[in-house]
């Protein structure tokens, strides 16, 4: 990681929604093991400020306690990519020399590390399940608060010495909890997104089609020129 940290670009990825067609890793999971129908109270808890968001997660994650952890990762396994994600893939190859891709969700580790995995990111901030003994305890951590993304992004890229100043950020997502993403951004692309996200980006792409997004960061990292 040492070695990339002085490459101009930091490419920001949401993952639920805006990389699978799944918008909720979260729900996904509760429709799976049928608790999706004690989950709306909770949300609309939240929302109404009635409860905070971490008080939001642990209510959600408490349903899951006990349950083994490779269930849940098969579930997570379960989710696809958008159709022509093999773009991006290849965009983070043909990059790789100057460009930093981290993927930051409020879904969970397990599909972020796929991320990693499967179409060469670098780095995730995404929820961690906590496990004992290969079950889920009903708690998790390291997480962006639902407004939070922009903060634990830039906390991150501090801490493993991005110099944010010179570095050109370029967010990706689609939902009201990347709003704060998008602010820390020097260009922020909504995509396949909600209509109250779109005023905050600076780029909007309508289309969910995956190969659009791509051509449009190729466009943007081939005619930017390296300064490093």
């Not at 929604?17 to 709306?40: A, D, E, K």
């Not at 939240?46 to 997660?57: C, N």
């Not at 006990?66 to 997570?76: F, K, M, N, P, Q």
Request: net charge negative; aromatic share 10%; glycine share 6%.
């Amino acid at each position: 990681m040492c070695e990339r940290v002085k490459n101009i670009y930091v490419i920001v990825f949401d993952v639920d929604g805006t990389l699978t067609p799944i918008r909720s890793s979260w729900q996904f999971i509760h429709i799976i093991l049928n608790t999706i129908h004690r989950v709306h109270s909770y949300a609309r808890l939240f929302l109404d400020g009635i409860i905070t968001y971490d008080e939001w997660i642990a209510l959600e994650v408490s349903m899951w306690k006990g349950l083994h952890s490779d269930t849940v990762r098969r579930i997570l396994e379960a989710i696809p990519w958008r159709s022509g994600i093999e773009e991006i893939a290849n965009l983070v190859k043909k990059y790789k020399d100057r460009a930093m891709i981290i993927a930051v969700s409020g879904g969970f580790d397990y599909l972020c590390e796929r991320a990693v995995k499967e179409l060469g990111f670098d780095a995730h901030l995404c929820v961690k399940l906590q496990i004992n003994e290969g079950r889920l305890t009903g708690f998790a951590s390291d997480y962006p608060d639902y407004d939070g993304k922009g903060r634990i992004l830039l906390d991150f890229l501090n801490d493993i010495g991005v110099d944010i100043g010179r570095a050109k950020l370029i967010c990706v997502g689609d939902n009201i909890n990347d709003i704060n993403l998008f602010e820390v951004c020097d260009i922020a692309i909504a995509f396949c997104a909600n209509e109250n996200v779109k005023e905050y980006a600076d780029i909007i792409i309508n289309t969910c089609n995956v190969r659009f997004l791509a051509r449009l960061l190729d466009e943007l990292l081939v005619y930017t020129p390296n300064s490093t």
